[in-house]
């Protein structure tokens, strides 16, 4: 099946009609707690992070107040999150910068962002986008799994697949369509056991197109 422009189109809304209302499943209230949750999503379910930002952030939700801990101590409030040792270095180390250079403030623009210990193209993509309104597309495991998929964004890196998702994404559309991407892989294309009997996508999609004969015997 070739993905044509017209395909893309159609996939594009499908997802937007299906994830519309879908935001961001991580818990925040403030730029900083948004920061500290992506940080911790590396390699770490949504689910688990919200679980362990419910438990420190009554206690530390500002730089000066995370920063106050030693790193044993921040490795310990984290420890039951993937890769907690580098987590809680970087964590303090930003907490550090936010303080000394910017006021305690989570910096808005990508550069100043990607500046911070433990933060690059992803996080600061989706810190814009999410606190900000500024257009750009993040691309996590989900993100990359379902654009090779569909056809909508085909590469080997997330760099390549991210310049043609900006190719082939209205600009406009680029933070919303990050969102319908993420949710489709989570509930739908997800990575071993795709659904694909039940997705909205599956006449335009090339993987689920060749499934269709062996669904229906």
Same mark, same amino acid.
């Given at each position: 099946?070739?993905? *044509? @422009? ?16 879908? @935001?961001?499943?991580?818990? /925040? ?14 390699? =770490? ?35 039951? =999150? ?11 180390? *930003? =907490? ?5 250079? /910017? ?28 606190? /900000? ?7 996590? *495991? ?16 997330? *760099? ?58």
């Amino acid at each position: 099946m070739r993905v *044509t @422009k017209a395909i893309r189109e159609e996939q594009l809304a499908i997802l937007e009609a299906t994830y519309k209302d879908r @935001k961001t499943a991580l818990h /925040y209230n403030s730029p900083f707690e948004l920061l500290v949750a992506v940080v911790l999503s590396a390699q =770490c379910t949504d689910e688990r992070v919200n679980k362990i930002t419910a438990r420190i952030f009554p206690r530390l939700n500002t730089p000066a107040k995370m920063g106050r801990l030693t790193q044993a101590e921040l490795e310990e409030e984290i420890r039951d =999150c993937g890769l907690f040792r580098s987590k809680a270095q970087h964590l303090l180390a *930003t =907490c550090t910068r936010l303080l000394e250079e /910017y006021h305690g403030e989570v910096p808005r623009t990508k550069k100043e962002l990607m500046t911070l210990p433990g933060v690059g193209q992803k996080t600061a993509n989706v810190l814009v986008s999410v606190l /900000y309104d500024e257009p750009a597309i993040a691309v996590d *495991t989900h993100v990359f799994r379902v654009a090779n998929r569909l056809g909508l964004a085909r590469g080997k890196d997330v *760099t390549i697949v991210e310049r043609k998702l900006e190719r082939n994404i209205p600009r406009e559309k680029w933070s919303q369509a990050h969102h319908w991407l993420i949710w489709h892989g989570r509930l739908i294309c997800k990575a071993r056991r795709p659904l694909c009997a039940s997705c909205p996508l599956r006449h335009v999609c090339p993987i689920g197109v060749r499934q269709e004969p062996a669904d229906s015997v």
